[in-house]
């Protein structure tokens, strides 16, 4: 069963801190993985997009990693900020080429 | 600036009552999508719409029904609202079907949907 799972579920850190999220997959054939933040009461927001032939991108203070081999990503987030606080979401592309989102890890920033 | 705007934002209704959640983009995309959020999940897809005058069914598409009005449109219908339709509402649009692009989706900011 194509699934997508992602840990913690929940994190509570101190701003300017440091933090990686976890994310599991299980989808074959593989084409794409997607990271998306989501602020309480808005809709998801993509943050990036990486393909079998790329393991690490950066888009500001976030870096997301790829190992297409173990079926794991993460994402890294730097120098944490407030404005951090949200939800993170993995994504794949299933089989029939529908979105599998994951549960998601809501973050919190703490002054 | 809109680019997908979702109407109503709140909505409350009784079981067995109808309605009709508004979608529009103004990116000029192709594909459109419709989603639910339940605490605890991950988006589940309702219903999509690949291109203008095509749409089909998702991963949970009973008690919905949709229309692809134009390029820019994309409704949810419920018939017949039960109580596990309570939900968040997303809808989504994409610059091509994701089978064949890595473009990411656009959401608006949802339609919260209580069922009483």
């Known amino acids: 069963k194509n699934q997508v799972e992602q840990s913690p579920q929940s994190l509570i850190i101190l701003e300017g801190k440091n933090c990686t999220l976890q994310c599991n997959y299980t989808v074959s054939p593989f084409s794409n993985l997607r990271w998306y933040k989501q602020d309480t009461g808005r809709g998801p927001v993509s943050l990036t997009i990486m393909t079998f032939s790329e393991n690490t991108k950066s888009n500001g203070r976030y870096t997301a990693t790829l190992d297409a081999d173990t079926k794991q990503s993460s994402l890294h987030i730097t120098a944490s900020q407030l404005s951090d606080s949200a939800s993170y979401i993995c994504v794949v592309p299933g089989s029939n080429y529908q979105l599998i989102w994951g549960a998601g890890t809501k973050l919190i920033i703490k002054p | 600036n809109a680019g997908v705007t979702q109407t109503p934002k709140f909505q409350v209704l009784k079981t067995g009552q109808s309605m009709t959640l508004q979608c529009a983009q103004d990116?000029?995309?192709?594909?459109m999508y419709w989603y639910r959020q339940d605490p605890g999940m991950g988006l589940r897809l309702i219903y999509y719409?690949?291109?203008?005058?095509?749409?089909d069914k998702g991963e949970v598409p009973n008690g919905y029904n949709v229309s692809r009005l134009n390029k820019r449109e994309f409704s949810l219908r419920l018939e017949s609202a039960a109580p596990s339709q309570t939900s968040v509402y997303f809808c989504?649009?994409?610059?091509?079907?994701?089978?064949?692009?890595?473009?990411?989706?656009?959401f608006g900011d949802g339609t919260r949907l209580s069922i009483l």
């Open positions: 989504a649009s994409s610059d091509g079907w994701h089978k064949e692009s890595n473009q990411p989706q656009h």
């Open positions: 990116m000029n995309h192709n594909s």
């Open positions: 719409s690949a291109s203008e005058g095509t749409t």
